[in-house]
């Protein structure tokens, strides 16, 4: 059984900083991808940053600049680094693995969520 957990979450104000971190455990293919996304109230979620076990990452157009994704060391955790918050921000922040079997053949994991509010 695969689990993905995250935290870190919480109120800032705009300009502020936020630091998140997921821990998944379990069966992690070696080939895989962790990664951010974010759903506010009404919206989709949409992609905020994701890194791969190759060390690939890409980011949100949004959110360039001011938003770092890393894993740390050896561990099946990834961490998100939040500066320069605006209101805009403000979302549930869901951490999904994502195992590859093979090129075609994926398996997603989602954590719980956690929640960050900018105020202005």
């Known amino acids: 059984q695969v689990q993905v957990a995250e935290s870190g979450g919480g109120l800032v104000q705009a300009g502020g900083s936020l630091r998140l971190s997921c821990a998944a455990s379990g069966s992690i293919f070696s080939v895989n991808t962790m990664g951010w996304y974010r759903q506010a109230p009404g919206k989709q979620r949409e992609l905020v940053a994701t890194i791969s076990s190759a060390g690939s990452i890409s980011y949100a157009e949004s959110v360039k600049g001011r938003f770092t994704i890393s894993r740390d060391g050896d561990e099946n955790t990834v961490r998100l680094q939040m500066n320069n918050l605006k209101p805009e921000d403000t979302a549930v922040y869901y951490c999904?693995?994502?195992?590859?079997?093979?090129?075609?053949?994926?398996?997603?994991?989602w954590g719980q969520g956690t929640q960050v509010t900018v105020s202005s």
């Open positions: 999904r693995l994502r195992n590859y079997r093979s090129s075609l053949s994926i398996c997603d994991y």
